[in-house]
């Protein structure tokens, strides 16, 4: 029937009139009637109140959307709905809120207003300072850790420099900014442990979800504790990272049992086990490697599935130990000389004086120490450059021993040879070390250095003595059978302690794409399939141009997951146990006499030492930040 009756429109102003209960929506089109509005029109189409500057004698303005403002009490602060946007609703409020204020004309609005902005204002930028106070504090806390300085350097030294540096270059208002930094020893102990949480955390939750082989090893600080460290191989994205992992004290005794238990313990509290441990390097000391209550045997019962490194770095220290009598002697001497004037402070500068006077290239000698594998070349380096020197001091010393074996021209010949040999194997030494060493490229110089004696054994009979240029030409007939043999002997070591030096059982490692890389008996059926389906995709083998090792296997993972899971395990292997030796080295920095009693040794460490960072500004948003009073 209501087609039936006229309709009159319904106006904007007909909606600013009604009553206090009115909460009809505004049309889009005053002046059009409701009837030929479409039936399918959205909320979108109808519009909003909008607020009028009349608003401010209610005490009222807007905030929100401008499409869609929502009345603010300037007084109480409270929000109304849109809906409220007119005269009688906010008058309603205001009177029954704030009658006291009835009479009050405009400008005391806008002076509350005002007010309000510049309050907010300031605490707004209180805040900020507060949150990068925070920040700051985290970052020089990690500058801190990486450098193994103590605590209190942070408030004695660092603070003061920079205090000093931001008054002269920015003003004293930057000056004061500086100063709401939190500094103090305990707030940057705190930061350091916020940190190492944090990464610890991070590590974890990776190493869930992925294997790694583990690099462990114990020894004692300066206050007598027994720690020991662990650093973990693992593939993080596209690549493999090498990651502290802890550093634990040994309460008690140090067997294998105990490093056992305790890194179980540890690996437990994570929810990880020993199955996802795919290898084990360690010094080769007893209770490590010892075959029924070693630590790695432990480990093997387990995961029986485990591979065993031996350093690298150690046993090649042990070949070159391996010298001959008369060799031998000459070392002993060499060490009895030096130590006669190092382990006495006047003939040390004596012996400094004699070095000034003669214009010597060195003006001391360097102490042996069976622990430092480099020492002993070194050593025998510095003595050859200084024999005359030597030979002047201890003729005037009267030390008629030393003076006899340094005016014999064969006993030099034989220090110059050791000079010489011993200069090649810290050669390969040094090259053992650093970081990303894997069994492929420790393999490769250790094969590279026996290759090398055979050619120096060939050369040297053949009177060629060109890789030894220390060794007299006048002594080469004598020096012939002596060299020869220790050669020899050298080579039998080596034999004795890399018994399974073999680089080709890896060359499928290195290059899936080579014919002879293919022809190997240490993989199953189902690996070898893979390997001769991935050497056949020549796109993959572009690819493997381009590309790292790791990240080109890490790649092939999805597509062929048994050979790929293959190549990681042997690229996951640590092949020397060079990571321990440097935190061991750190951990001499970090806790020396003065820091003795330090309790954070754990968390300095991993914060000093790991590859994966900490997540800065996710730890300060879950802390309050607070600014330095």
């Known amino acids: 029937m209501d087609k039936f009756f006229a309709k009159k ?100 609005f806008k002076r509350l207003i005002s007010q309000q902005t510049q309050q907010a204002t300031r605490f707004e930028k209180k805040v900020k300072v507060s949150k990068k106070a925070q920040q700051a504090s985290y970052q020089v806390a990690e500058i801190i850790a990486q450098q193994m300085k103590a605590h209190t350097i942070a408030e004695s030294l660092i603070l003061p420099a920079c205090l000093a540096v931001v008054k002269t270059m920015l003003g004293d208002e930057a000056e004061l900014e500086i100063k709401k930094i939190p500094f103090s020893d305990d707030t940057i102990k705190r930061r350091i442990q916020d940190m190492s949480n944090d990464i610890e955390e991070n590590v974890m939750n990776k190493l869930r979800t992925c294997e790694f082989a ?40 140090t067997r294998g049992q105990d490093v056992f238990d305790l890194l179980t313990e540890y690996l437990g ?48 220290a042990l070949v070159a130990k391996t010298l001959k009598d008369e060799l031998k002697l000459v070392l002993d001497q060499v060490i009895k000389m030096v130590n006669y004037i190092k382990s006495r402070p006047l003939k040390s500068r004596l012996f400094k004086q004699l070095c000034i006077a003669m214009e010597s290239k060195h003006l001391c000698l360097i102490l042996h120490t069976e622990v430092r594998w480099l020492s002993r070349g070194k050593v025998l380096s510095r003595v050859f450059e200084l024999k005359d020197e030597m030979l002047a001091f201890f003729r005037n010393e009267k030390m008629s021993d030393f003076y006899d074996c340094l005016d014999n021209e064969f006993w030099c010949a034989k220090l110059a040879y050791m000079a010489d040999i011993f200069q090649h194997l810290n050669v390969v030494n040094t090259g053992l070390q650093g970081r990303n060493e894997n069994l492929l490229s420790s393999t490769d110089k250790l094969v590279s250095l026996q290759r090398k004696m055979n050619i120096w054994k060939s050369r040297i009979t053949d009177g060629n003595f060109e890789m030894f240029p220390l060794v007299p030409k006048k002594f080469i007939k004598e020096m012939t059978p002596l060299i020869y043999d220790h050669l020899n002997t050298l080579g039998e070591r080596i034999d004795h302690y890399f018994p399974s030096l073999s680089p080709e059982h890896y060359d499928w490692v290195r290059d899936p ?52 899971k293959k190549a990681l395990h042997i690229l996951l292997q640590f092949s020397t146990s060079y990571l321990c030796e440097l935190g061991f080295s750190t951990l001499t920095n970090m806790k020396y006499k003065k820091r003795e009693k330090l309790k954070c040794v754990e968390e300095e460490m991993r914060v000093c030492l790991s590859e994966i960072r900490p997540r800065i500004e996710e730890i300060c948003r879950s802390h309050q930040a607070q600014i330095s009073h």
């Open 513 to 564: 794409f080579a014919q002879t890389a293919r022809k190997t008996n240490i993989l199953t059926l189902k690996e070898e399939e893979e390997l001769a389906e991935l050497s056949s995709d020549r796109s993959l083998k572009l690819k493997h141009a381009e590309m790292f090792l790791d990240a080109f296997w890490i790649m092939t993972e999805m597509e062929h997951p048994n050979i790929a």
């Open 214 to 253: 583990l690099q462990v090893d114990e020894s004692t600080d300066i206050s007598g504790k027994e720690q020991l460290l662990g650093f973990i191989r693992f593939v993080n994205e596209d690549k493999i990272v090498e990651q502290f992992l802890c550093c634990k004290e040994l309460l008690g005794t």
């Open 9 to 108: 429109p319904r106006l904007e102003s007909d909606d600013i009139n009604d009553n206090f209960g009115d909460d009809e929506e505004i049309q889009d089109s005053p002046n059009t009637s409701s009837s030929s509005k479409p039936l399918n029109s959205s909320k979108n189409s109808k519009v909003r109140r909008q607020y009028s500057e009349s608003y401010l004698s209610y005490g009222f303005t807007w905030s929100g959307d401008k499409d869609c403002p929502l009345p603010n009490c300037i007084v109480c602060g409270e929000k109304l709905s849109n809906a409220a946007m007119v005269p009688s609703k906010l008058k309603r409020h205001f009177i029954s809120k704030h009658q006291h204020l009835q009479g009050k004309s405009n400008e005391y």
């Open 269 to 316: 509290r994570f929810g990880l086990s020993w199955k996802s441990c795919v290898g084990i390097c360690t010094d080769g000391a007893p209770s490590m490697t010892g075959s029924v209550k070693g630590f790695v045997s432990l480990v093997k019962k387990e995961n029986p599935n485990l591979m065993t490194t031996h350093c690298f770095i150690h046993r090649e």
